[in-house]
């Protein structure tokens, strides 16, 4: 029996869309917390995340950024789990699961496909070269070898492709947010509707041999 596709979605910034992406049965939210037409600040990502059901995944995204940073804007949102989108090292990752986060590690595919837990991340996620562009990167590519267990694809995702981008990589999960804006920054309430409910029908032929996070 396949475990469920768990479905991210990021850069919220609005009630709306929160509301939206709950209601559509979203596993996780995501906050941006690093330079981008998406960022928010601590105080708007906690009163969001609030509106999300004790079950939901609360993600703050950060990039390159001082460790003592990611802690103290982690705390103050109250986020559950901490994305890392940029160059840290294993210290940041031991550092914030000691301290109770959910680790995600965002990188793109370059000489090599990365593996889950090379960091010491809990979760792994496959990104275009640059995150938030909106741009696919080549995950249906010959030399793309989908890793094991518990990965997300991300990366120019939109309602239109998710269905096939499941099928070619068969991810424990998928990440969206460009793929579902009217324009930079700005989230479609009606997108997100239908990239959830797209994503949700995918067939997945393989199935992910770990379970979902806590």
């Known amino acids: 029996m396949h475990t469920p ?37 601590a105080s708007t990502a906690r009163a969001l995340a609030r509106r999300a059901p004790e079950g939901l995944l609360t993600v703050g995204v950060f990039r390159n950024q001082p460790l003592d940073d990611v ?15 940029g160059d840290e090292d294993r210290g940041y ?14 990188t793109a595919v370059r000489d090599r496909v990365p593996r889950r837990g090379e960091l010491g991340e809990d979760l792994l996620l496959l990104d275009a070269a640059v995150p938030g562009a909106g741009v ?3 995950w249906s590519g010959d030399r793309f070898t989908p890793p094991e267990g518990k990965w997300l694809l991300a990366g ?6 998710v ?7 068969s991810p424990w999960g998928v990440d969206v947010s ?9 989230k479609d309430p009606a997108l997100i509707t239908s990239f959830l409910r797209a994503a949700r029908t995918a067939d997945r032929p393989r199935p992910r041999p770990e379970g979902r996070p806590a």
């Open 5 to 41: 596709l768990f479905i991210k979605v990021c850069g919220l910034r609005t009630e709306q869309a929160v509301d939206t992406a709950v209601r559509e049965g979203a596993d996780a939210i995501g906050f941006v917390f690093s330079d981008s037409p998406r960022q928010v600040d």
């Open 71 to 85: 802690r103290a804007l982690a705390e103050r949102s109250g986020v559950r789990a901490v994305q890392l989108h």
């Open 93 to 106: 990752y031991d550092a914030l699961g000691a301290a109770g986060w959910t680790t995600i590690r965002g």
């Open 136 to 138: 696919p990167w080549d």
């Open 156 to 161: 120019g995702l939109t309602p239109h492709n």
């Open 163 to 169: 269905q096939d981008a499941v099928r070619a990589t």
């Open 178 to 186: 460009s793929g579902i804006e009217s324009r930079r920054g700005v």
